[in-house]
């Protein structure tokens, strides 16, 4: 009864340890035996099943080979697993090895764009350090100097304003943390940067309103110093008349900018509030700027 139970015993055990190999092989199939067809068709299945860790292994499989006929398509397909899974450090890397190491593939010039549509991904909030933004613009428009005439090329021309729009804004902001601190210096040459390098965006209208306040503030201190020497005996002629030729160079400057704003195609609001300020300025007695010189 004893060798029965245990012949038994030992037949259960051998079935199920070649059930569980059978299972094993299964599960582990080796690429010899299947090929990198069936890793590729395996991992765009769980592309579309979002499961992209495993589909990263699969077509890493398929890339380790280095003989496969569709190499540059599972390189491609691996950056894509990447990106998918937010890893977009690692996708810029795998997609720069498509049309590095294929620069032949119909997959390199998709591969440039989601290079820089990693860095486009990666790029933060305005008021962040903006090294991955100024990457992806230049990612951009290498692409485009390497494929002018590829149907994403407008796509790319669309993002590069985007980013340039936030470099913008960025340098706007920093330009009214300086203001508000009252270094208006500073905040000038932070605005005069925004125009220059910006002359697209809309920030070039915020940074014309925000530089006639400057030169309406410069203007005002000036007439400040201009009371101050009047209160003294002696004037010094010389000196008045440096203050009020200050005094009216602000307060042209100031005109000017308020006048542009009103004039450009800047929002609405914008305008209103430079005209309010140009209306401000009119009730200011500035002698004319030939005159305060004489």
């Known amino acids: 009864m004893f060798f029965r139970i245990l012949q038994s015993n030992k037949l259960k055990l051998i079935i199920l340890i070649l059930i569980l190999s059978v299972f094993a092989c299964a599960r582990g199939v080796r690429k010899e035996d299947q090929g990198d067809r069936f890793f590729f068709d395996r991992g765009m299945k769980f592309m579309e099943k979002k499961n992209y860790e495993s589909a990263i292994q699969d077509f890493q499989t398929v890339v380790d080979t280095g003989t496969s006929d569709i190499m ?16 977009y450090l690692t996708a810029a890397f795998e997609y720069t090895r498509v049309y590095m190491d294929f620069p032949s593939s119909e997959y390199a010039a998709e591969a440039w764009y989601k290079k820089a549509m990693c860095f486009f991904m990666e790029s933060p909030r305005a008021n962040l350090d903006q090294e991955n933004t100024q990457l992806a613009i230049d990612e951009f428009n290498r ?5 002018p005439r590829h149907e994403l090329v407008s796509e790319a021309q669309k993002k590069i304003a985007e980013l340039r729009e936030k470099l913008a804004y960025k340098d706007y902001r920093n330009g009214e943390l300086y203001r508000r601190m009252k270094e208006y ?15 697209k965006t809309v920030w070039i209208h915020y940074c014309r309103y925000s530089m006639g306040i400057v030169h309406v ?20 002629e010389d000196k008045s008349k440096e203050i009020k030729f200050n005094i009216s160079k602000e307060y042209n400057e100031a005109r000017e900018l308020f006048t542009i704003v009103i004039n450009s195609e800047a929002e609405t609001d914008l ?24």
Do not use: W
């Open 72 to 87: 540059d398509q599972a390189q491609y397909m691996l950056g894509e697993a990447h990106y998918k899974n937010e890893d």
């Open 143 to 147: 692409f485009i100097d390497n494929f």
């Open 185 to 199: 210096t500073a905040a000038l040459i932070y605005y005069e940067s925004v125009i220059k390098q910006f002359p």
């Open 217 to 236: 503030k410069l203007m005002e201190n000036e007439k400040k110093k201009l009371k101050k020497l009047e209160r003294k005996e002696n004037i010094d």
């Open 271 to 294: 305008k209103k509030k430079a005209s309010e300020k140009l209306s401000d300025l009119e009730e200011y007695k500035i002698p004319n700027t030939l005159e305060a010189v004489r």
